[in-house]
């Protein structure tokens, strides 16, 4: 049998990816204790590049925001994010008018197609200690055919995401977060209705595999012509079919095999994503992903005229207040709440 493992790179910022994916990027932020307007206290903004703050200082990043760490409005068109937060808050606002805040284990997708802003801050909840936060956030690309459809959003809350947990010969388990696609039969939930992912020929995936150490876990294989990314990005070593990984990397692998993985000393975290291949051109520039290079002069030029609707919150770094529980307020008025945040 062939090596199952087509190539290995170390993880970079962002991550390598496969289409139909086009960008993936992990963020682990040790976020310290916040202050009464859910920040960092002054003191613990100096030397950053507010504004533009990427470097990690004392563990963490404020990334766009000046007074809440994340990303103030911005536009995107063209393809679709997925938010997968492990750890912390995310609060979401957009230029449809919907807002919400999800936490650890919840999963935003939002189809941007023909244009949205939106805004993700993370604020800083507890004032007693500090406020770590891990996500990932992926962006998977739209055909051309889908480019312009409304935008859309939908919350995967974590009591509803299915769990599929294994144990090996010796005892060992695997917990698997069946976030978008099917793993050993169990299915993920539906995406955003215009989502490449709505269509399950497409094969698109999106599994989150914690495994125990020493434990074993077949990841089996899928349908010919899928593309399949295996991410090792937590863990001291990682046996993949024999090949012994000794350093967190992105592999891409067989989609007409079962792979054996075996975590080693440590526990081990796991990405996978998967899906067909689109094959269609991809113009990259920004927030914007289209398929010719007059298409991304066409984005620029509509959001300077539009801005997408306009932002009807009143500031660009929006965050809810405070004491408000887990929720989605959706544009066309439809509301979820879930229960307090527990931490």
């Keep these: ?42 003191s613990e903004l100096a030397g950053r590049a507010i504004g533009n703050d990427f470097t990690i200082k ?43 805040r999800f936490s650890a ?18 604020p800083l909840l507890h004032e007693d200690k500090e406020n770590p936060m891990e996500l990932f956030q992926i962006w998977l690309n739209l055909p051309k055919r889908s480019k312009f459809v ?42 955003t209705p215009d989502s490449f992912a709505a269509d399950p020929t497409n094969n698109v995936g999106v599994f989150t595999i914690k495994i125990e150490a020493k434990a074993q876990f077949m990841l089996p294989k899928t349908t010919a012509g899928t593309n399949r990314m295996v991410y090792f990005y937590k863990g001291d070593k990682l046996l993949l079919d024999g090949k012994l990984l000794n350093q967190h990397a992105a592999l891409e692998v067989n989609e007409d095999a079962d792979i054996t993985i075996q975590a080693g000393d ?26 010719t290079q007059q298409e991304i002069m066409e984005a620029f030029e509509e959001y300077r005229r539009t801005q997408f609707g306009g932002w009807p919150w009143p500031k660009e770094e929006y965050t809810h207040p405070s004491d408000v529980q887990r929720f989605a307020h959706h544009g066309d008025g439809r509301k979820e709440e879930k229960d307090f945040i527990k931490t």
């Excluded at 750890?87 to 449809?96: A, K, L, P, R």
């Design 105 to 122: 284990g919840d999963v935003q997708w939002m189809t941007a197609g023909r244009g949205v802003l939106h805004s993700e801050m993370f």
């Design 58 to 100: 004392d563990g963490w990043r404020m990334y766009h925001g000046s007074k809440v760490p994340g990303f103030p409005y911005h536009p995107h068109r063209g393809f679709e994010t997925i938010t997968a937060v492990k750890e912390g808050i995310v609060d979401h606002t957009d230029s449809m008018g919907a807002s919400g």
């Design 266 to 291: 440590e526990e081990c975290r796991l990405l996978v994503l998967q899906g067909k291949p689109i094959n269609e051109p991809v113009v990259q520039h920004g927030p914007f992903v289209m398929n």
């Design 1 to 42: 049998m062939s090596n199952p493992i087509l190539s290995a790179q170390p993880l970079g910022f962002p991550w390598q990816t496969k289409d139909p994916f086009i960008f993936c990027v992990y963020h682990r932020d040790e976020f310290p204790k916040g202050n009464a307007e859910m920040g960092p206290h002054s």
């Design 150 to 191: 409304e935008p859309h959003f939908k919350m995967l809350w974590k009591e509803e995401i299915p769990v599929l947990e294994l144990t090996d010969d010796s005892g060992g388990k695997a917990v698997i977060d069946v976030i978008a696609g099917e793993l050993n039969g169990i299915k993920g939930l539906t995406p």
